[in-house]
């Protein structure tokens, strides 16, 4: 390009400068023919430099700009081909360490007979089980396994999992969590509540990953993408994050700094939002937010419709909140509720003291109440709601004696038009008798508080229960495994319910009594509230108590507990020295604790498989163990039949694929051989050795073969 504008330069400036010798300057002939001839190519060459200029400035700047993408695309794959294989690697790292520490405390605790520290293990344990739990959702969408529900669920109750689970994940910071949830969005809804909790949770922990420290989550309905309703999770924040051009974004790439896998989530969220016949789409906006919106089709369940409210309206309501963000969307579910808002400020507040005579309720946060602001309320007869935060720890504020009622952030539309309706509708005294027990019978004790953390409690511990009847309704496959192999070993009888109605159905029809239920809140079909209900009703289980497990025990959720029927609470996920307190309240003990012969672990050996690292790999539980070989059979047990096809039709880049996700996956499960065959295969592909690949077509037959049937039989 440079040559070709030096040539035409040059042809230009030869042409008029031999012009203009020609030329007598003084005496030019404007319309003589020379003059035309001259200015014309005068004209010609510079608009013919300007253009070759810009079109060489383009050219530049497109090369620059296929370069830049094909680094991106080289160093994409690069990181893809470490994905799995790295994962192994740390997978078996943090699982030695896990083991190691364990080992040590034990041996420690057996030696002295004392009591044993384990939070030195409980991090690692968790990081472990994160990992492992990633690794089963992994090779579950990978077999396209997941099945996707179309069941009845309550908005508010997914909204306070959502909560509650993260609480969990943003404990040491305070996240100001708000839901903005409009007018048109029903109560009741269908859809797979678990699933739809798996992705916002994903899409907000990873927020919180990036330092939000407010995240909004609207809930809407439109016709954006589809020419049917679609129900819409924005999930907004504060972050710095490209989310637009990043084409990375959704593909789990590992970070050698934090030992994680930093969008394994966001990975496992868009392939959940499109089994769910929707997608994610992202936006970076004007203001600096961040926006990932979540949507699905829109499914009122026919329940809604019939669903008649009675609600406490037209008061007139003073709100203060220190959040603009959160005192608009309390605002909007008041006004949807049918009240008139008057929005203050701090400012403005605490310098021009309102008339709080004029409200009949006043909503404000308890940071605001200062001695003059308490004082200006008491000379009210308003009532009072004050505004905390789940996500932060409890502080003590001169409130008690004059508020009516604390709310927890953030809030939800049932949360907010349950507690007003019970300050107008409930006479005082009525009120204050919440506070008392609630008994189904003389024996049922009810125990209204968290229970305590009871003192050296070790798996060995529930030996004490040992031969007592547990069912637990839990929708969480992980959930139900963690709870199970916590139990097993002491001998304890244990069932499990996937949701309400297959715990109706276990009490009623298998004929078994049992001694104690652990009921979880948030499920599909029917939830922890109904199904507890519908127990209650049958006197037959007047003496069964009835714990709920719940993400989020926020006050109104606590009563609405008793309210239906339930004896105690746990908050999720489940402390061990909590669960065992609840046991001991309601059973009794035995008079021994019963130290199980450890079982050692007997190695079989299965051809083609390490069962001894693959436990250890599995945060140390076979079960997980059991359940990742059983996926991973499910995922690619038809995979040598792939590997032949894409090996005669020479989509070598798909067989690099598989053999990546094989790699770290047979790595991971101790199939040492496979992992071996795979990485050598993979090496033959890096150096473009794709004549060699027929030769593998039944080594990799014959190795798979090896993994599944040894597979189904250690399943066994």
Known sequence: MKTILLILFFITFNYLNCSANELNLEHIDTDSDNFILWAALFSLGLIGIIVLFFSSESMRNYQKKEKKKKEEEKEYNKLQGEII??????????????????????KKDEQSNISIDIKKVVSSEKKLLSITTNLIEFLRIKSRKIEIFDEKFILSNLLNDITGILKEAAKDIELNLIYDVKKDIPEYLNGDTLNLSKIIVNLAVFCVEHDAREIIIEVSKDTRYSQTDNLYFKIISFIDVDVEDNSNLFNSNYNETTNNYDSLSLFVAKELSILMDGDIITKNNKDGSVEFTFYIPFKEHPHSKMFKTDDVKNKNIYLLDLSPNTTKAISNMLNDLQHSVKIDTKENCLINIPDFTKYDLVIIDEKILTFKIIEALKKSETKIISLSNTFKLKQQYPISAIVDMELNKPITRKQLTYNINNLFRKPEKELASNKKPLKHSSKLLVHRTLFEDAKNITLNSFSQFRDAKVLIVEDNLINQKVAVSLLHKSRINIAVAADGKEALDILHDSGKEFDIVFMDINMPVMDGYVSTKMIRANEKFNNLPIVALSALTSPDEIDEMFSCGMNGYLAKPLKISR???????????????ITPVIEEVIIHEFDGLNIEQGIDQASNSDIFYKEILLEFKDAYGDSADVFEKLVNNFRFEQLRMLCLDLKGLSGSIGAKDMNELVTEVLLRLINKKYELMPIYIEPFKKELNRVKNSIELYAK
């Open 85 to 106: 294989s790295d994962m192994t690697k740390n997978i078996q790292n943090i699982a030695q360490e896990t083991v190691s520490n364990a080992h040590n405390i034990y």
């Open 579 to 593: 669960f065992f307190t609840a046991f001991a309240t309601f059973l009794e003990k035995k008079d021994e604790i």
